[in-house]
């Protein structure tokens, strides 16, 4: 069974760039999930990709974007890169769409550490 | 907004000695996961709580929920070096979202 894998594991980018980050989900796993975690807290949910469309979001600007494949695997996209978006961004897959999914847990992978600077 | 709220942030103990952390919130949620994420790497889920009053053991790691379903506890026994990390408690957002909202964390280190 192979892990929710994230590429790259470190960034730096400049104010103003553009970014994508790569998630590969979880074998069997259909639901990518992508979080933020600034330094010193918890992950903030920023939304979920779910058959290929975006099935929730959280309290995040438009600049923050994302893609589904046929495969699972998922992208993020930010745009106009702030200085406040440097942290570490977590991918988590689970299985939904199905009665015994319903409590499917997340599995995260290791995350990708973007700097702004 | 849902907020869940853990105490105390941080924590140094030495190995062997006990330790409760806590995560509390003003709302009611139907379930409660907690997880630890070690440094460079993503949160691992722990246990999942479901019920109001629940008490669940992972060796010896004890979990509580609340009979409110409004907070839960994280008991550790004789602690190990092992048991370093951030330990995180997370609810699910609104229905319909199948996204969690996570507390701050509570960093514990424990000294050999």
């Known amino acids: 069974e192979t892990g929710v894998t994230q590429s790259p594991t470190h960034l730096i980018k400049t104010r103003g760039q553009q970014v994508t980050l790569r998630c590969s989900s979880q074998?069997?796993?259909?639901?990518v999930s992508w979080y933020q975690q600034a330094l010193g807290q918890g992950p903030q949910f920023i939304f979920q990709?779910?058959?290929?469309?975006?099935?929730g979001r959280g309290n995040f600007p438009p600049r923050f974007s994302g893609l589904q494949f046929p495969n699972y695997s998922s992208e993020l996209n930010v745009n106009a890169l702030e200085l406040d978006d440097s942290a570490l961004y977590l991918c988590?897959?689970?299985?939904?769409?199905?009665?015994?999914?319903?409590?499917?847990?997340?599995?995260f992978g290791n995350g990708t550490r973007l700097t702004v600077t | 907004t849902q907020l869940l709220e853990q105490s105390p942030q941080f924590l140094s103990i030495q190995e062997g000695e006990n330790l409760t952390v806590y995560c509390n919130s003003s709302?009611?949620?139907?379930?409660l996961q907690w997880y630890r994420q070690e440094p460079g790497e993503g949160p691992v889920l722990l246990v999942t709580?479901?019920?109001?009053?629940e008490v669940k053991k992972l060796k010896r790691l004890t979990f509580q929920f609340g009979d409110a379903r409004k907070d839960s506890s994280l008991h550790i026994t004789a602690a190990q070096p092992g048991d370093t990390g951030l330990y995180l408690c997370?609810?699910?957002?609104?229905?319909?979202?199948?996204?969690?909202?996570f507390g701050s964390g509570t960093r514990l280190q424990v000294q050999p």
């Open positions: 988590a897959s689970s299985l939904a769409g199905t009665v015994s999914s319903y409590n499917s847990p997340l599995h």
């Open positions: 990709y779910y058959r290929e469309e975006e099935n």
């Open positions: 709302s009611v949620f139907s379930s």
């Open positions: 709580v479901v019920t109001g009053g």
């Open positions: 074998s069997g796993h259909n639901t």
């Open positions: 997370a609810a699910p957002m609104d229905t319909g979202r199948r996204a969690l909202t």
